[in-house]
């Protein structure tokens, strides 16, 4: 299910730990936090068949750096909105991680519930990915395989996002993708520094329900 769990845990520091498992590998999540604060993990290599690290509700000041993923799901928030009352995640900073090959890149996602959880105050700075399916990707209608989707629309709030610094390639022309809540759209997504292509061409975003701004160079052309 997971090989490392932080669990109700208070200042946590993970180094130097390497992971192996096989791409196909079902359900092999690197490291999962939860219901912890003040958790840093630092100089990491993870290579599994499921997410890379996966930040579940409850998940206060945590610090990610040096951190290479792939194959795997990579980096995501989530998946959230399982239960209607869920503490929220606040607080995050993703720094100078690397991608190879891998499903996603920086991900947050949430089934389309009602849920009182909340997404807020995270970083996801200098990141490289190299053949990304979905390098930024956002998705609140998360359901995998499609099977017995809840088929709502997800309480999540999301907002104060921010991405700099992320550049590479994307295997996918959707490089970022904001699928996010109707009733609760996505507010103060930030895209600074994003340079992303798909087979050396340009590449596309795709918006809905996001509300945000782009700075400086952003390709592909930002749909905020």
Wanted: aromatic fraction near 4%; charge should be positive.
């Amino acid at each position: 299910m997971f090989h490392i769990v932080i669990n109700g845990c208070e200042n946590v520091h993970v180094q130097g730990v390497r992971i192996i498992a096989a791409g196909d590998s079902p359900n092999t999540d690197g490291i999962h936090v939860q219901l912890s604060k003040n958790v840093n993990i630092i100089k990491c290599s993870i290579k599994t068949g499921d997410d890379c690290i996966s930040i579940g509700p409850g998940t206060k000041n945590l610090w990610v750096e040096q951190v290479t993923c792939g194959p795997g799901h990579g980096i995501s928030i989530g998946s959230l909105a399982k239960d209607l009352k869920e503490e929220g995640v606040q607080n995050v900073t993703i720094r100078k991680t690397t991608f190879m090959g891998t499903q996603n890149g920086l991900r947050i996602k949430s089934w389309a519930r009602p849920s009182t959880g909340f997404v807020q105050g995270v970083r996801f700075l200098d990141s490289l990915m190299r053949n990304v399916q979905n390098p930024i990707v956002i998705d609140q209608n998360y359901c995998p395989h499609n099977l017995n989707c809840p088929n709502q629309v997800s309480g999540i709030k999301i907002k104060d996002i921010i991405y700099e610094g992320i550049r590479g390639s994307s295997s996918t022309q959707v490089a970022i993708k904001f699928d996010c809540s109707p009733k609760n759209p996505c507010t103060g997504i930030r895209l600074q520094n994003v340079n992303l292509s798909y087979l050396n061409k340009p590449a596309q975003s795709s918006c809905s329900n996001v509300r945000g701004k782009a700075l400086n160079l952003v390709r592909p052309e930002s749909c905020l």
